[in-house]
C-alpha cells in the first residue's frame, strides 16, 4: 500500500512537472488560431452567440402550447357557519338555522392547457430573436477580427524588442571594443581623453537602451500571452523573425482590392441596429392589434371528513373548462401613439448613423491603404538608409583608427547608424500593423 501511495505521488509531481515546463511555439497564423479559441473575449462572444440561440428558442416557446398543473389541499379546521332561514325547516319567521356546506377536507388537481393564437407582438418577438442572432454572429466576428489585430501587433512587437536586443549587444560589443583600444592608446599617451569621454557617453546610452529593451522584452511577451488565453508568465516562443515577417506581408494586390461595404464588420453591425430600430417600430404598432388566446381546463375535486384520498374509496367529481381570452385595445390616452412615434425617431436615427459610418469606411479604407503604401516605401527607404549609414559608420571608424577622424565625428556616425537600426526595424512593424489594418477594413484574412 506505501509502495502504490509513494508510486502515483511520484507520478502526479512528474505530471506537474511536465505541465509547469510546457513550452509554447507558435508562428504569427498559429498564434492567432490559437488566440481565436482561447482569447478570454472570443470565449464570451462564442457564449453570447449561444445564449442568442437559446433566447430565440425561449421566445418561439412562449407561442406554443402551454401545460400547467396544480393540486391543492385544505383541511378546515374551524369551519365556516352559515345561517339558512328557520321557515325552511318549519320554524317561526325570523329564526336562522346554523349549517355548515361540505366536509372539512378537499382536494382537488387540475390541468390547463393554453395556446397563443393571436398576437402581434409575438410574430415581431420571434423576427427580433432572429435579428438578435445575427447581431451576436457579427458580433463574434468582429472581436475574432480584433483579436487578430491584437495578436499581430503583439507578435510584431516581441520580435522588435527581440531585434532590438540583438542589435544593441552587437553595437555595445563594438563600442567596448573601441573604447578598450582608445583608452590603450590614450594611456599610451598616443590620444586624447576626449576620444575616450566621447565613446563613454555613446557606450552608456547604448546600455540604457539595452536595459530598457530587455525589460520591454519580457512586457511585450506576457502581452501577447494574455491576449492568446495564456497565463502571462507562460514560456512562449516565436518561430518567425521580424524581417521574414515583414517581407511576407508586403502584398500590393491589397491596395488595388475593392472595398465591398457589406463585407466589413462595422456597417454589418450598424445595418443590424437598423433592422432592430425597425422591427421595434413594428412592435408598438403590433401592441394598437388585439390579441386571442385560448384555453382548456380539465380538474377534479374530492371532499372528505377524513384524509383519504390516496385510497380507492375516495370520490372524485371532474370538471372542465373551455374558453377564449380577447383582449382589444381601445384608448390609451394617446401613450402608443407617443411610443410608436420615438420609436420612428429612433429608426431614422439609425438610419442616419448608418449613412455617416458608411463615409467613415470609405475613409477608414482609403488611409488604411495609404499608410500601407506608405509604410512599405519607408521601409525600403529604411533599408537603404541602414546599408549607407553602416557603411559611413564603418568608414569613419577606420578614418578614426587611422588618426583621420575626431572621435565627435565617429560618434555622429554611430548615432547616424543606431538611428537607422532602429528605424529599419519600426518599418517592419509598420508595414506588418497596416496591412492587418488594411485586411480589417476589407474583412480578409492573412
Do not use: C
Not at 482561447?38 to 425561449?58: C, H, P, S, T, V
Not at 537602451?209 to 507562460?234: H, P, V, W, Y
Not at 477608414?364 to 538608409?385: D, R
Not at 577622424?405 to 547608424?417: I, K, N, V, W
Amino acid at each position: 500500500m506505501k509502495n502504490s501511495f509513494l508510486a502515483l505521488l511520484m507520478l502526479l509531481t512528474v505530471t506537474w512537472s511536465y505541465a509547469q515546463e510546457q513550452t509554447y511555439s507558435f508562428t504569427l497564423e498559429e498564434a492567432i488560431n490559437f488566440a481565436i479559441e482561447n482569447n478570454y473575449g472570443a470565449i464570451n462572444a462564442d457564449r453570447d452567440l449561444l445564449d442568442a440561440q437559446k433566447q430565440k428558442w425561449e421566445t418561439i416557446a412562449t407561442g406554443l402550447p402551454q401545460i400547467s398543473g396544480a393540486v391543492s389541499y385544505q383541511n378546515q379546521l374551524k369551519q365556516p357557519v352559515s345561517l339558512l332561514p328557520g321557515e325552511l325547516a318549519g320554524q317561526e319567521p325570523g329564526t336562522f338555522i346554523p349549517i355548515v356546506f361540505s366536509q372539512p377536507q378537499t382536494a382537488s388537481a387540475t390541468a390547463t392547457l393554453k395556446q397563443q393564437i393571436f398576437d402581434g407582438s409575438y410574430i415581431v418577438g420571434i423576427q427580433a430573436t432572429k435579428a438578435f442572432i445575427a447581431y451576436s454572429d457579427n458580433n463574434k466576428e468582429k472581436t475574432e477580427l480584433d483579436v487578430r489585430k491584437s495578436v499581430v501587433e503583439a507578435y510584431g512587437n516581441v520580435l522588435l524588442s527581440q531585434e532590438s536586443i540583438t542589435i544593441l549587444e552587437k553595437n555595445k560589443a563594438n563600442l567596448e571594443k573601441n573604447l578598450f583600444e582608445t583608452q590603450k592608446l590614450f594611456e599610451n599617451g598616443l590620444g586624447d581623453e576626449e576620444s575616450v569621454e566621447q565613446l563613454q557617453i555613446t557606450l552608456s546610452s547604448v546600455e540604457n537602451q539595452l536595459k530598457n529593451s530587455l525589460r520591454l522584452q519580457s512586457i511585450t511577451l506576457q502581452m501577447l500571452n494574455l491576449i492568446m488565453g495564456l497565463d502571462i508568465d507562460a514560456p512562449t516562443q516565436l518561430k518567425e523573425n521580424l524581417s521574414d515577417l515583414a517581407q511576407a506581408q508586403i502584398r500590393l494586390d491589397l491596395l488595388n482590392e475593392d472595398l465591398v461595404m457589406d463585407n466589413n464588420i462595422d456597417f454589418k453591425m450598424v445595418d443590424n441596429l437598423n433592422q432592430q430600430r425597425e422591427l421595434e417600430l413594428k412592435l408598438q404598432k403590433s401592441l394598437a392589434l388585439p390579441t386571442l388566446n385560448a384555453f382548456i381546463n380539465y380538474g377534479s375535486t374530492s371532499y372528505s371528513d377524513r384524509f383519504n384520498f390516496l385510497n380507492n374509496e375516495a370520490e372524485w367529481f371532474d370538471s372542465s373548462i373551455l374558453g377564449f381570452d380577447l383582449s382589444i385595445p381601445i384608448f390609451s390616452s394617446l401613450g402608443r401613439s407617443a411610443k410608436t412615434a420615438r420609436a420612428k425617431i429612433a429608426l431614422e436615427k439609425a438610419r442616419t448613423q448608418k449613412s455617416e459610418t458608411e463615409q467613415s469606411i470609405r475613409l477608414q479604407h482609403q488611409t488604411a491603404k495609404s499608410n500601407y503604401l506608405f509604410s512599405i516605401e519607408q521601409y525600403n527607404t529604411a533599408s537603404e538608409n541602414l546599408a549607407l549609414a553602416e557603411r559611413i559608420e564603418m568608414k569613419n571608424e577606420i578614418k578614426y583608427s587611422e588618426g583621420l577622424a575626431t572621435s565627435f565625428e565617429l560618434r555622429q556616425a554611430q548615432t547616424q547608424l543606431y538611428d537607422a537600426q532602429q528605424e529599419y526595424l519600426q518599418s517592419m512593424v509598420e508595414v506588418i500593423n497596416n496591412k492587418t489594418t488594411l485586411e480589417t477594413v476589407l474583412n480578409s484574412k492573412l
